[in-house]
């Protein structure tokens, strides 16, 4: 599909509110998938994952829904702190066991 | 437990020109990746090995894109030549086994710059 380029969606919160992070994914058989964190200047590094027989899953401070009739993947950050600031990543499992990538949403917390 | 090491960081080239990207795993792990990651983009798995062979390079050009794991440890990936859509963040990540998508680390990657 198409990227969005630069224009990657913004997702503005105040420090110490929950943040939803949502993704759509394309692949109805995809059967596993992760949220990842990339901060400025370094890889991506994973938050939690979640397989396709769960709709939900928790972490530390985060939660994960997974929707699979409308193909839909959301990230919950809870109380959300200044050094959550960053772009955040769905990835699917795909076709040939290949992690398939979303475009992004960066998530800025004021102060 | 140290993590994935790449170098250089930065890289600027002109079109047309060669350019190698080293990547050293996390110490033990037999699975690595190498992917490509555009401004603004999710990044694309170019290449993966499971220690010295190719599990999966469908996504890979090539035609000017090619990488090596001789020893079943390190890795280098080379762009000859290189074009301008090539600009990229160019990401390694290791993991212990195959599909163990939830134990892949990624390194700092490299920013290529062509001219």
């Not at chain 2, 079109?15 to 990044?43: D, E, M």
Request: positive net charge; hydrophobic residues 35%; proline residues 4%.
């Amino acid at each position: 599909g198409e990227s969005v380029g630069l224009h990657l969606p913004t997702l503005s919160v105040q420090e110490g509110d929950n943040s939803i992070i949502n993704c759509a994914y394309s692949n109805s058989a995809s059967d596993y998938f992760i949220w990842y964190k990339q901060e400025s200047g370094k890889g991506p590094q994973f938050i939690i994952d979640i397989r396709s027989n769960m709709d939900k899953r928790q972490g530390q401070r985060v939660t994960v829904l997974l929707n699979k009739t409308v193909k839909h993947l959301s990230l919950q950050i809870a109380a959300t702190q200044p050094g959550d600031s960053a772009v955040y990543f769905c990835a699917e499992k795909g076709d040939g066991n290949k992690l398939v990538f979303g475009a992004g949403t960066i998530l800025r917390v004021k102060s | 437990e140290a993590g994935v090491a790449q170098s250089p960081r930065y890289k600027i080239i002109e079109k047309r020109q060669s350019v190698a990207f080293w990547c050293n795993p996390i110490s033990g792990h037999a699975t690595l990746y190498w992917y490509q990651q555009i401004l603004g983009q999710g990044p694309k798995l170019l290449i993966q090995f499971q220690n010295n062979g190719v599990v999966d390079d469908s996504q890979l050009p090539k035609d000017r894109f090619s990488a090596e794991r001789l020893k079943g440890v390190d890795s280098t990936l080379k762009i000859q030549p290189a074009k301008l859509e090539d600009s990229a963040v160019y990401l390694c990540a290791s993991s212990q086994g195959p599909f163990r998508f939830g134990e892949q680390f990624f390194g700092p990657g490299t920013r290529l710059t062509v001219l």
